[in-house]
């Protein structure tokens, strides 16, 4: 579709002159002689650029400038001036104008002004069509979860956030989270629209980690042709995310202490000291206070992280949001893959929830994509999931059962359970015995879990599951 451009000059030659050659390159074109002509066109028209001439018989160009531009804020205008002097060209570009061109102009640089106009329109609307992407994609709604633990770490995000938290320190096994973590930290803060650069201290040898970091001066090493913006350059006014910093050399240790502290550094081969403003997140899956004690990690520089601290928590100690989390990534692989996945079956996730998750949410994830691409129905079944899982679920069953056998529950007198000659529904039984055992326990829910073999969470989900409201029992 070709774009559409105003003309708004009274004088006709100058009109006419216009539209002819930006018809030539393929722009449709307007021409308009009064300001109340060019208020009409402008809304009829709705034009992408507009060549107005700062002054008519019956209007202000600045005054229409203003009108245009709070009707369409992503107008682009170009400003006419027989009058190419600075202080008329400086208050259209106070006012709202992309650029302005003086009479008498030259018809081939009136062309590539338009041109280079709407090309940089189209590269901010892409930079800011990528920068919602990246914004959605790190919200912290996409920590998933409405578990007491993950109702604080979203407490901490936000807190992180808004104080502008210059250090901060995220823990948690490898999986759950912490990169995500990160990226909402800084997406929820001043810092938004300067960079965010991750670098993982565990991937890059010892000799190069400080290049990446610092960079280098030309001549500071035999390869180094010209100088080099290092990752605290580059991220000047955003975050630094040093992820497995557990991994880091002690003498880089030191290093990013001292630029915690005085808020410089220097780089490779160089004398000057380069200011410094940047927030430094750090994220480790070890246990840094227990390398502090072993002499792996320096204290000093631990205590001085430690001051905003984000412990996240492994998926086997918040269950209860396996669901929710279950149902998002089914949601967002159907986007990405095309698929039309409405949920998973009742069993399937009994399944998931009777596992441990040591790879945490990241497994999770993975399990649920590899179910979506065998799944040939409209709900996930526990065929599709690796041996690991439905293995684990069902040893934990078995465990269950036999436990249950031999305490001597539910027997007849020669220790056999007693299947009704009519059968029974599995879902009843297991109903029965949860009410039975909350009853027990008046609404206590460890104690009822203990009583069935089960976990405190997988007691809440079957709860869910049928309904069940806790105020029934309590006193």
């Known amino acids: 579709m070709s774009k559409r451009v105003l003309i708004v000059d009274d004088e006709y030659l100058v009109s006419w002159s216009l539209e002819r050659a930006l018809s030539e390159v393929g722009y449709s074109v307007e021409v308009a002689a009064t300001g109340e002509e060019a208020r009409h066109k402008f809304e009829v028209f709705s034009p992408h650029v507009v060549l107005l001439d700062v002054r008519l018989p019956d209007a202000s160009g600045l005054n229409l400038l203003q009108e245009f531009k709070a009707q369409d804020k992503d107008v682009i205008i170009i400003m006419i001036t027989a009058y190419a002097d600075v202080d ?37 609307q892409q930079v800011d069509f990528f920068h919602r992407e990246i914004r959605r994609k790190y919200t912290y709604d996409n920590l998933i979860g409405n578990s007491m633990a993950m109702i604080q770490v979203f407490k901490m995000i936000k ?23 990160a990226n909402s930290i800084h997406f929820h803060s001043a810092r938004s629209e300067s960079p965010f650069i991750e670098i993982n201290c565990a991937a890059i040898p010892e000799n190069l980690l400080e290049n990446e970091l610092f960079g280098h001066e030309r001549g500071a090493y035999t390869d180094a042709v010209s100088r080099y913006r290092g990752i605290f350059e580059s991220a000047e006014g ?33 004398r000057q000291e380069i200011e410094s403003d940047v927030r430094i997140i750090a994220a480790s899956n070890q ?119 031999h305490q001597g529950v539910t027997k007849s007198n020669n220790g056999k359970i007693i299947l009704p000659p009519g059968g029974i529904a599995l879902e009843e039984v297991e109903r029965q015995l949860i009410r039975q055992a909350l009853e027990r326990y008046r609404g206590n829910q460890t104690r009822a879990a203990k009583c069935l073999r089960m976990t405190r969470d997988t007691l809440r989900y079957r709860m869910k599951k049928y309904d069940f409201q806790l105020q029934e029992w309590k006193m």
């Open 88 to 124: 008329s060209a400086v208050q259209t570009l106070r006012d709202g104008a992309e650029d302005y061109v003086g009479k008498p102009f030259d018809l081939e640089n009136i062309k590539h002004t338009v041109g280079r106009a709407l090309e940089q329109k189209y590269l901010k």
């Open 159 to 181: 807190v992180c956030g808004e104080t502008d938290a210059k250090t901060v320190l995220i823990l948690g096994e490898s999986g759950t989270g912490k990169e995500l973590t």
């Open 238 to 270: 955003g975050t630094v995310f040093l992820d497995e910093i557990g991994d880091m050399p002690l003498a880089m240790q030191a290093k990013i202490l001292k630029v915690i502290d005085n808020k410089k550094f220097r780089r490779l081969g160089g």
């Open 287 to 405: 246990d840094l206070l227990g390398l502090v004690g072993e002499k792996k990690f320096r204290g000093d520089l631990f205590f001085r992280l430690n001051v905003m601290n984000i412990p996240l928590p492994p998926l086997r100690e918040r269950k209860e949001d396996i669901p929710a989390l279950v149902n998002y990534f089914i949601e967002r692989l159907n986007q990405e893959y095309g698929s039309a996945i409405e949920g998973i079956s009742h069993e399937a996730l009994d399944c998931l929830m009777n596992y441990d998750w040591p790879g945490n949410v990241r497994e999770l994830r993975n399990a649920v994509e590899r179910a979506m691409m065998l799944e040939r129905g409209k709900l996930l079944s526990t065929e599709n999931f690796n041996q690991d899982i439905t293995g684990f679920a069902q040893k934990r069953d078995d465990a269950g059962s036999a436990d249950e056998f």
